[in-house]
């Protein structure tokens, strides 16, 4: 099974950035725990801070992957493209935020990307990888 594992804005500063509300571990360092967890599960990791490139690669996988895992960052709340990139392709697709957008500013409590999605995983910090990819392996059949 391969899946795709997509990072928005400012999400390659996992560990550096803010470490009180999104902690220390980096994103090189989370997808490698994700590999270790999962070595059944090919992942697929991409970052970037421009929305174009996060549609394409979303778009990209409908050939190519059994799955979707996205964090879309600040996208998350503006992103009309991104939100229809991952309804056009028939791949299930979760959505994870590491902290509790809806204990945050108002602003972030509007989820468009996570509404496309199967389900959304919110607050549980980088555990919240682990359980999204429990639910695509059992969403895929690959439990």
């Known amino acids: 099974m391969t899946v795709l594992l997509l990072h928005g804005p400012n999400l390659n500063l996992l560990g550096e950035r803010e470490k009180s509300t999104y902690g220390t571990l980096s994103s090189e360092a989370l997808v490698e725990k994700l590999r270790n967890e999962f070595p059944g599960v090919t992942i697929d990791y991409f970052q970037s801070n421009h929305e174009s490139e996060l549609v394409d690669r979303i ?23 991104i939100a229809d990139a991952v ?11 590491i902290t509790n957008i809806y204990k945050r500013e108002a602003y972030r409590h509007t989820d468009l990307v996570g509404e496309a999605c199967r389900g959304a995983i919110v607050g549980l910090g980088t555990e ?11 969403f895929t059949g690959q439990d």
């Open 128 to 138: 919240g990888y682990t359980l999204a990819m429990e639910c695509l392996l059992e």
């Open 87 to 97: 309804r056009s392709v028939p791949l299930p697709s979760i959505c994870v935020h």
């Open 59 to 81: 778009q990209g996988a409908r050939h190519t992957h059994q799955g979707i895992l996205i964090n879309a960052g600040a996208f998350s709340h503006t992103s009309v493209a």
